[in-house]
């Protein structure tokens, strides 16, 4: 579940939305109201529910043989996402829809790397949304690892301080530090 060119999705559990009017999101960091969105490389960031805490890493060019076997392990491949044993169930129920919308009207967002893209104006889809299936075969389907851990911290950890990519969706979520 990918964007086409020119194109970049938003996921949503919600299958009614006809616009998408920018609005500044619960868990913002900023102040400004935008429509948020994602290209193809970070699309499987959101192959979840959306409340789902998740953790994820990836291999960059800087990173380190090291690394890629301590975080990704043999055999690994080239990304990991990791949730909590309390959501595999939510991860198998949910409904999830992706909405593709036009380009256009989004600029990257992120300091160094952009890991979403923004729009400060209302957006419409392209087209109705497509329901994403089965996020299980989806990351099986584009080689990610998917790991299911007791408590999300020890790998977060890991992964925050290796020289892979990384990224935490939801982490306020996550079931506490033991």
Avoid at 5 to 15: A, Y
Avoid at 27 to 53: G, K, L, M, T
Avoid at 94 to 113: C, D, E, I, N, S
Avoid at 147 to 155: G, K, T
């Amino acid at each position: 579940m990918y964007p086409e060119p020119g194109e970049v999705l938003h996921f949503s559990e919600d299958p009614t939305i006809e616009r998408f009017v920018p609005h500044v999101a619960q868990s913002a960091r900023q102040p400004e109201a935008y429509v948020w969105a994602v290209d193809r490389a970070r699309s499987p960031d959101y192959w979840f529910p959306r409340a789902c805490p998740r953790a994820m890493a990836w291999v960059t060019p800087g990173t380190t043989d090291a690394d890629r076997t301590a975080i990704l392990g043999p055999g690994g491949g080239e990304r990991v996402h990791a949730i909590e044993y309390g959501w595999i169930d939510a991860l198998r129920e949910v409904t999830l829809f992706a909405y593709r919308l036009p380009a256009a009207p989004f600029r990257p967002f992120g300091a160094q790397v952009p890991h979403a893209h923004v729009a400060t104006v209302p957006v419409e889809p392209l087209a109705p949304p497509h329901q994403v299936g089965d996020l299980l075969k989806l990351h099986e389907q584009a080689g990610i690892q998917l790991r299911v851990l007791p408590n999300l911290w020890d790998f977060w950890d890991a992964a925050t301080a290796s020289s892979l990519g990384f990224s935490g969706i939801r982490l306020r979520a996550a079931r506490p530090r033991v």
